[in-house]
């Protein structure tokens, strides 16, 4: 325990930068999640139990939609499929923790904390299980709060935000601030090309589905290319 | 929207539970467990695999311009990569982006 509250500092002041994305993107659920009729215990709802912005996003178009329940569920379910691979992805790091310290961390796994994270674990691999706990429930301390509370901003204070301001775009800045330093090497360039290829050939499918299709490939091809580097090395 | 109270609880409490089992899946199963080198090879391409994937058509088709290329976002993008790959720090390059996002958006419409 001794390296808990540096560790976990460390990635509170990494999370910080997210609040510029969190705090915009929750209040636009609570605006839009009110004006489509729902109450705000239902609005706290979404933010509490899901607690994943693009899923709630999905879900609540599809209800205004009127699509069947199945159907939504299917539908915001297939957005966060991604958490399967992030979960994946983390249990080398984190899989040795005690089950109900994994519990929690499941439950603040987002796309902020889980991509600071592994920014952070492949600068230094020396990091304890511990360590790397730490650091993750640091990232995740200020956003999850401030998610609940601009949700409830925007709920009870309703459409006052200035209509018009790009503010849907502050998601793919974050994305790509935390992208680019992770394309260290040519399989991670080829795995990100393939990512970005393959979302737009296989746009057809339905629920977002081409995502998954697109990512799968995408980590195919960076496991391959990686292969073929290091064989070529090794001859 | 035409949904009764039920219904409307079944989605959030239904939507929540299967988010969380999908973040637990992994890292609840496996644990501590070793996994073959295989697919810790794979795994350590997820984040790249999924995240430009998923920002692709938030940046070409903006929802907020009817899926029209829009030169405030597409100007903002090119900036915020080129922020990322010469300071290589996420902090500045979201603020920096942010910036130019709201500069373009002024001046441009």
């Known amino acids: 325990m001794t390296h808990f509250p540096r560790d976990f500092w460390h990635g509170i002041r990494a999370g910080l930068p997210f609040i510029l994305v969190i705090v915009p993107f929750g209040a636009v659920f609570g605006v839009v999640a009110t004006e489509a009729g729902l109450n705000i215990a239902q609005v706290m709802g979404f933010s509490v139990l899901v607690i994943a912005g693009a899923a709630q996003f999905v879900a609540l178009q599809m209800m205004v939609e009127n699509a069947p329940v199945l159907i939504v569920l299917a539908a915001a379910l297939a957005v966060n499929l991604r958490m399967a691979m992030y979960s994946a992805s983390l249990a080398p790091h984190l899989g040795q923790v005690s089950w109900w310290k994994r519990g929690l961390i499941s439950y603040v796994m987002v796309d902020q904390s889980y991509a600071a994270s592994m920014l952070e674990y492949e600068k230094r691999p020396e990091m304890t299980a511990t360590q790397k706990l730490a650091y993750f429930a640091g990232v995740a301390a200020p956003l999850v709060p401030l998610w609940y509370i601009a949700t409830w901003a925007g709920a009870a204070l309703g459409a006052r935000i200035p209509a018009g301001l790009p503010i849907d775009f502050a998601v793919p800045i974050t994305f790509l601030a935390l992208i680019v330093p992770l394309l260290r090497s040519l399989a991670h360039v080829a795995a990100a090309l393939v990512s970005i290829i393959g979302v737009l050939v296989f746009a057809f499918l339905p629920f977002n589905l081409g995502l998954l299709v697109a990512a799968a490939l995408a980590m195919m091809t960076g496991a391959e290319v990686e292969r073929q580097m290091a064989l070529r090395r090794a001859s | ?109």
Do not use: C, K
Not at chain 2, 5 to 14: E, F, K, L, N, V
Not at chain 2, 16 to 38: H, N, Q
Not at chain 2, 73 to 81: C, F, M, S, V, Y
Not at chain 2, 93 to 106: D, E, M
């Open chain 2, 1 to 109: 929207m035409s949904f009764t109270t039920a219904q409307i609880w079944t989605i959030i409490i239904g939507l929540g539970l299967g988010s969380y089992l999908l973040r637990l899946s992994f890292l609840g199963l496996i644990g501590g467990r070793d996994l073959p080198e295989w697919v810790l090879r794979h795994l350590r391409y997820t984040a790249v695999a999924i995240m430009p994937g998923m920002i692709t058509p938030l940046i070409l088709f903006p929802q907020a311009t009817g899926g029209t290329l829009d030169p405030v976002r597409l100007g903002a993008a090119l900036a915020t990569i080129a922020v990322s790959v010469w300071t290589r720090n996420a902090t500045l390059t979201i603020f920096a982006g942010a910036a130019v996002l709201f500069a373009l958006h002024f001046t441009l419409s």
